[in-house]
């Protein structure tokens, strides 16, 4: 399993997305099987299904939970340029660029200074998302 926060790019992100749509479809599918088996062929107990089924059950519920935030992260980060660059690349780009022009002597006014900071910030807290 992949922290959203270390997806390279949107490829990479559905390709995980797609994962976890078939681990939750293959949940589902056992699920739905009312006549478990053990290993030996024979209908489970119902304290040992029940016990499956609660576990299978919140396995779901997580597999879900993480599908969400890969598609919020995919929402966010889609292409944005014609490069192929997402808008939170361009973003963070625009930041680089500017502090370089900063170091190099063009002056920013208040209002620009606050804008380049707050930008920033918005990076460094994506970054560590």
């Known amino acids: 399993m992949k922290s959203c926060a270390n997806f390279n790019s949107i490829d990479e992100a559905e390709a995980e997305r797609v994962r976890l749509v078939l681990e939750i479809q293959h ?8 006549n478990r088996g053990d290993a030996m062929g024979q209908r489970e107990a119902s304290f040992d299904y029940h016990a499956w089924h ?6 779901k519920y ?17 292409t944005a340029s014609p490069s192929g660059k997402t808008a939170f690349v361009l973003i963070r780009d625009a930041v680089e660029l500017l502090r370089r022009l900063q170091a190099n ?13 707050e930008l920033a910030e918005y990076v460094e807290h994506e970054d560590n998302t």
């Open 105 to 117: 002597g063009v002056d920013l006014d208040e209002s620009e200074l606050r804008l380049v900071d």
């Open 27 to 34: 949940i589902d599918m056992q699920l739905s099987d009312k």
């Open 62 to 78: 997580h597999l879900t939970a993480e599908l969400q935030v890969i598609k919020l992260w995919m929402k966010q980060h889609r």
């Open 54 to 59: 609660r576990k299978a059950v919140g396995a």
